[in-house]
């Protein structure tokens, strides 16, 4: 079964609003979560660490200010695109890892999102 | 800086043949792990199989194989009997010992011809 539920899977939303996606690690404790972005034909790409009871470790050249994320419990983060704009348009993946650093990570099913 | 390197971008077989995706990483390290993704059409992230760098066996799963030189830095991943659910996006994965993200390489897209 999953081991990793995100939500939504779809959403379309105007330019100026800000998005929600969750990111629900099933049956376990997940410390750490993290947050990817892949545009189309292209590989992911690591937004985020996502910790849980501390702040977000985010990779060089995103914005902390527009993209929020919040791992307030062991099994829920959240990513909130803030003030989300076009070129904000993509394809975010949430992950976890299940255990140790010998333990894949398992990923959400990904939410398309696009901004009008 | 720890690099996974795809340099088929595309890759295309006939079904019930079978077909090798190259793959190779540059990194210092001596542990580590590696691992293969599929994403089909779906576009969710599957797990196809993974390899720890302290094996020197090569990991298998039913029609799924890899090829680990780790001399060479390679980690090449056949698939046998090639299906027609096998059609994605193929990505090969590096893990150090210890961290905690992974290393994505570019991907490579995998058709199945009936």
């Known amino acids: 079964g999953a081991v990793v539920s995100q939500h939504p899977s779809w959403v379309i939303c105007k330019s100026g609003t800000s998005v929600k996606i969750e990111c629900r690690s099933l049956?376990?404790?997940?410390?750490?979560m993290f947050w990817y972005r892949q545009f189309p034909k292209q590989s992911l790409m690591l937004m985020a660490t996502s910790n849980e009871g501390s702040k977000a470790t985010y990779e060089q050249g995103v914005e902390k200010d527009k993209f929020l994320i919040n791992h307030a419990s062991l099994t829920l983060s959240t990513l909130t695109v803030t003030s989300a704009h076009p070129e904000d348009s993509s394809f975010y993946i949430c992950?976890?890892?299940?255990?140790?650093?010998?333990?894949?990570?398992?990923f959400g099913d990904g939410t398309r999102l696009s901004i009008l | 800086a720890q690099t996974v390197t795809q340099s088929q971008p595309e890759m295309s077989v006939q079904e019930a043949e079978t077909v090798t995706l190259s793959c190779t990483y540059d990194t210092s390290e001596s542990d580590y792990y590696l691992f293969w993704y599929k994403q089909p059409p779906s576009r969710q992230m599957i797990l196809v199989i993974r390899?720890?760098?302290?094996?020197?066996q090569n990991a298998t799963e039913n029609r799924f194989s890899v090829n680990f030189q780790k001399a060479a830095k390679s980690f090449s991943l056949k698939i046998s009997d090639s299906q027609l659910g096998d059609a994605a996006m193929y990505f090969c994965a590096y893990y150090p010992q210890g961290a905690q993200k992974l290393v994505f390489g570019q991907g490579t897209r995998l058709t199945i011809n009936p």
């Open positions: 390899q720890e760098a302290y094996k020197q």
């Open positions: 992950s976890v890892r299940t255990g140790g650093s010998n333990q894949p990570q398992h």
């Open positions: 049956d376990f404790q997940a410390t750490t």
